[in-house]
């Protein structure tokens, strides 16, 4: 069988070239296959009826659209489609399906136009494929080959880092990473000036044809407030991304200023007038106002003290950290998943999600941190900076940062993207 399938492969194509005026002798070893369907060298081309193609159709995906409901409206019998659905689940979640994707189904040419196959692009570059092969479903992926290049984005920063950043081009998921890590050293409350900006270096993930693909990660960020400047380097070891200052301290380790995104302060830290108890009382936090559901992150890296219902705090998480630390975040709307006492968090981890419970006249999120028993200012208190890299991790280190400095520089003369090696 196989060999009689290769020798159909020989043929065929030659039958399609403009004929020969005499089939030259060296084609000729094939005729006993070719001659087995009933066809050969000899007939003229187009005489040759057409093999049965599959019917190939595409489907645009449409808002409200399934998987299912696009396969059934193209005619495929339900319990085939569920079948090659289910095995497409192995390689693309059916939830991952977006307005605007499309879906190429290829069916039998006989009558009953059995599913052949169903493929889409799960991302750019990315293809996801449910084949039927000897009666069975069978899920492959492909992937184009990716090339990383080095891009660059400069802006001032007075209307917020955040903003500014997705306006000058940063995608948004890149733009919280940097806020993130800068949050380790900037209260982005209070540190923002007129004249203030920030750089940041990132991938951008190209295919064989110089189309973006994707975006990767960012490598670097320089944030300059009032002329005192914040420069954050990436760097991954032992399978753990940290971010690290040019003197190669660790940022992790300390607490963030603000473990949420996009909050403002509404409340400081110190005696107020309780806003529902209405007399004056130590306020032993900071509220973030901020809309509900908005994620919190743990602040630090930790272990769960408790996740649970208070009268006051409302649903209430504490953290309990290194060196004597504790943080405490509540009145939120939900917990994250699997997150109880005893759990080992990292810092920004999403906890739960802002909300109103407890005594709260409004959607925020009341923050406190303890040192040694406690209740310090979050906004500035400050646990003990861990230690700086040393040996031979700092000398690796300090090689890469110079070298991707070396390359930033280079954009900022006005390069666009400088490829960078493969890793
Ligand atoms: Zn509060």
């Keep these: 069988m196989p060999f009689r399938l290769a020798a159909l492969l020989l043929v065929l194509p030659l039958a399609a070239l403009p004929a020969p005026a005499q089939a030259e002798p060296a084609e000729a070893p094939a005729p006993a296959q070719a001659g087995s369907r009933g066809e050969g060298p000899e007939e003229p081309p187009g005489a040759e009826p057409p093999s049965p193609e599959p019917a190939e159709q595409t489907l645009a995906v449409a808002p409200g659209d399934t998987l299912i409901s696009l396969l059934l409206a193209a005619g495929v019998d339900r319990a085939e489609a569920h079948a090659a659905l289910l095995a497409l689940g192995t390689v693309f979640p059916p939830q991952r399906l977006r307005p605007g994707q499309e879906v190429t189904i290829r069916t039998a040419p006989e009558e009953d136009s059995r599913l052949l196959s169903l493929s889409l692009d799960a991302a750019p570059g990315h293809t996801v494929l449910v084949e039927r092969r000897d009666g069975r479903w069978v899920a492959e992926e492909a992937r184009v080959p990716e090339t990383r290049h080095l891009a660059r984005i400069e802006t001032g920063v007075e209307r917020g880092v955040f903003p500014a950043m997705v306006e000058a081009g940063l995608p948004p998921n890149l733009a919280h990473a940097v806020v993130r890590a800068l949050s380790h050293r900037v209260d982005f409350q209070r540190d923002i000036r007129e004249g203030d900006s920030i750089v940041v270096a990132f991938e951008r993930l190209r295919g064989p044809d110089g189309e973006l693909l994707r975006h990767g990660r960012v490598l670097h960020a320089r944030l300059t407030l009032s002329g005192r400047e914040i420069s954050i380097w990436r760097r991954e070891a032992d399978g753990e991304v940290h971010w690290y200052d040019d003197a190669g301290r660790p940022l992790a380790g300390g607490l963030l200023r603000t ?165």
């Design 259 to 423: 473990p949420l995104d996009g909050a403002r302060i509404s409340s400081r830290f110190g005696a107020r007038r309780h806003p529902i108890l209405g007399y004056t009382r130590m306020h032993s936090g900071l509220d973030f106002a901020a809309p509900a559901g908005t994620p919190v992150y743990a602040a630090a890296d930790g272990v769960v003290e408790s996740v649970r219902s208070e009268r006051g705090y409302g649903n209430v998480i504490r953290l309990r950290h290194q060196g004597g630390m504790l943080t405490l975040y509540a009145h939120l709307s939900r917990f994250a998943p699997g997150l109880r006492a005893g759990v080992r968090v990292r810092q920004g981890q999403t906890i739960g999600r802002v909300g109103s419970t407890g005594l709260s006249t409004g959607p925020h999120l009341h923050y406190e941190v303890h040192i040694a028993g406690r209740a310090v200012n979050p906004a500035t208190a400050s646990p003990p900076p861990p230690p700086a890299l040393a040996g031979r991790a700092a000398a690796e280190f300090h090689a890469a940062r110079h070298a991707l400095a070396a390359q930033i520089a280079l954009l900022a003369r006005g390069r666009e993207e400088i490829a960078l090696a493969a890793e």
